[in-house]
């Protein structure tokens, strides 16, 4: 008889699926011990470029300037609210009030709900993208609670599969 894991699988079963990912695995008492099935791709592609940056707000200015001299929109994520409040304050000094929005949690819930949907609006699945550069400025808020769209990530460190 084969050797089996906690779940029931064979070491066999175990192995070939080990190198999958990502891996999708059910369990239902009383039903089949596991079952797991690789999600089919989406189709889609997106060529990814990471490259570090110094964590200087004069250098992150900089690149910013460069990456949207013909338009378009940044995405900087900072790791809390203090970081995006700061930095923010000075991509404003910079590119200017219009051109810099901010998104964080400690916002109260109606603003943070309108904020959203502005965020939605503008950069969401079906937004209606205006002319020249904007960058929004957040915290972790905008990476698990909202469907946006932008043409550069600035992030400070984070767990890669959530960056990609």
């Known amino acids: 008889m084969p ?16 190198g999958t990912y990502p891996l999708l695995t059910a369990v239902s008492p009383g039903g089949p011990t596991v079952v797991r099935q690789p999600p089919a791709a989406s189709g889609r592609r997106t060529d990814v470029h990471v490259q570090p940056l110094d964590d200087d707000l004069t250098i992150l200015a900089d690149r910013l300037e460069d990456e949207l001299s013909q338009g378009g929109c940044a995405l900087v994520v900072r790791n809390t609210v203090d970081r995006a ?15 810099v929005t901010v998104a964080h949690s400690r916002f109260v819930a109606a603003d943070r709900a309108r904020k959203d949907v ?17 960058i929004v400025v957040a915290t972790q808020v905008v990476e698990q609670s909202l469907d946006l769209d932008f043409d550069l990530l600035v992030t400070d460190l984070a767990p890669v599969d959530l960056i990609l």
């Not at 409040?85 to 910079?94: K, N």
């Open 3 to 18: 050797e089996t894991d906690r779940f029931g699988d064979t070491a066999a079963e175990a192995s070939a699926s080990a």
């Open 85 to 99: 409040q700061e930095a923010a304050g000075r991509l404003r000094e910079r590119f200017g009030e219009e051109r």
């Open 118 to 134: 502005e965020l939605l609006d503008r950069f969401g699945p079906k937004s209606r993208r205006l002319e020249g550069a904007h």
